[in-house]
């Protein structure tokens, strides 16, 4: 079965400390995205990536990093400097514009 | 950028009544406009989308209205049942490395 694996499903952060994020997809997409997922707004951008070794931010980056190393994996490492970063992260790959979406990486900061 | 907007935020309807939730957008160069469903702690998933040659899309007890001239796109659901109790996305993008802007979701309910 072809899809976009998100681990862990729940991850829980310490003040100062960097966490990454894996995402893993089998369905052969050029494209992957990170977005997070804030109660009541929506989806917003983090970062993309249309190629391997090619990564462009979105709409909210500062903070977090990516890598493109290999066309199956877009790990999102989330940084101490992100000052708010308690959320639901969902990766999601494309093809032509159609989006698969994994089931989400829900990060609390404790 | 983009900018999209949703409403209603929140939708209760009686069991096989209509839900309709609306979308606007703000970037006339835009020509492609999906929606999502997203159930609870789970990712969305894409249930119909629409592209700006077409007014409208049906499949099943769904369908999707496009008006170019006024920025705005509508979901239709008919018939609800208590499985279509969901958040509700709808999206959009004018091909720019297919980035889609959401609209904040809607979180429909259906009563029993």
């Known amino acids: 079965d072809g899809g976009i694996t998100q681990s862990p499903k729940y991850l829980f952060r310490k003040e100062g400390q960097n966490v990454t994020l894996s995402c893993e997809q089998n369905?052969?997409?050029?494209?992957m995205y990170w977005y997070r997922q804030d109660p009541g707004q929506g989806l917003r951008l983090i970062y993309y990536?249309?190629?391997?070794?090619?990564?462009q931010k979105g709409d909210i980056a500062e903070g977090y990093s990516v890598s493109r190393e290999k066309k199956e994996s877009f790990p999102l490492t989330v940084t101490s400097a992100q000052k708010n970063p308690t959320a639901f992260y969902l990766c999601?790959?494309?093809?032509?514009?159609?989006?698969?979406f994994g089931s989400g990486t829900r990060l609390t900061v404790v | 950028g983009e900018n999209v907007e949703q409403h209603p935020s929140t939708l209760s309807v009686q069991e096989g009544d209509s839900a309709v939730i609306k979308c606007t957008y703000s970037?006339?160069?835009?020509?492609?406009f999906p929606w999502y469903k997203q159930e609870l702690g789970k990712g969305p998933q894409l249930i119909i989308d629409?592209?700006?040659?077409?007014g409208e899309k049906k499949d099943q007890r769904i369908a999707v209205t496009l008006n170019k001239t006024a920025k705005h796109f509508s979901l239709h659901i008919t018939e609800t049942q208590p499985e279509d109790s969901a958040v509700y996305f709808c999206a959009a993008t004018k091909g720019e490395l297919y980035k889609l802007s959401f609209g904040a979701g809607t979180t429909v309910t259906v009563r029993a």
């Open positions: 369905l052969n997409h050029d494209a």
């Open positions: 990536s249309q190629i391997v070794n090619d990564f």
């Open positions: 999601a790959s494309s093809i032509y514009g159609s989006y698969t």
């Open positions: 629409i592209r700006s040659n077409v």
């Open positions: 970037d006339s160069a835009s020509n492609y």
